[in-house]
């Protein structure tokens, strides 16, 4: 069965960084686009960011560009999401999550088949 395995997450003081993977296995990973997505306490799911299946194409929230970067190694099967000058308001529970190729919808999660158990990220003040 499809299997997406979140790791990387930890507790790091403000304006540090942390990189998370996400490992997939039980499926063509190179056809599928990926996305990241985070969930804090009392909120709802909300994007982060996504990558199609070939690479070509990135898209992240408002909130997080510039300091996050998306990339998948489909050689190895894995996600990556490296995030730097990281903020209190980015703690959440990171979720990776896959989809079949197609167009459009990468920010919204019901239009993802798969989802990782997701990884905790702590940020302090």
């Known amino acids: 069965q499809v299997q997406l395995v979140e790791s990387g997450g930890g507790l790091v003081q403000a304006g540090g960084s942390l990189r998370l993977s996400c490992a997939a296995s039980?499926?063509?990973?190179?056809?599928?686009?990926m996305g990241w997505f985070r969930q804090a306490p009392g909120k709802e799911r909300e994007f982060v960011g996504a990558?199609?299946?070939?690479?070509?194409?990135?898209y992240y929230a408002d909130s997080v560009k510039g300091r996050f970067t998306i990339s998948r190694d489909n050689a190895k099967n894995t996600l990556y999401l490296q995030m730097i000058s990281l903020k209190p308001e980015d703690t959440a529970v990171y979720y990776c999550?896959?989809?079949?190729?197609?167009?459009?919808?990468?920010?919204?999660?019901?239009?993802?088949?798969?989802w990782g158990q997701g990884t905790q990220v702590t940020v302090s003040s």
């Open positions: 999550a896959a989809r079949t190729a197609q167009a459009g919808g990468f920010m919204n999660p019901h239009w993802y088949n798969y």
């Open positions: 039980g499926l063509t990973f190179s056809r599928y686009d």
């Open positions: 990558i199609t299946w070939t690479g070509e194409g990135i």
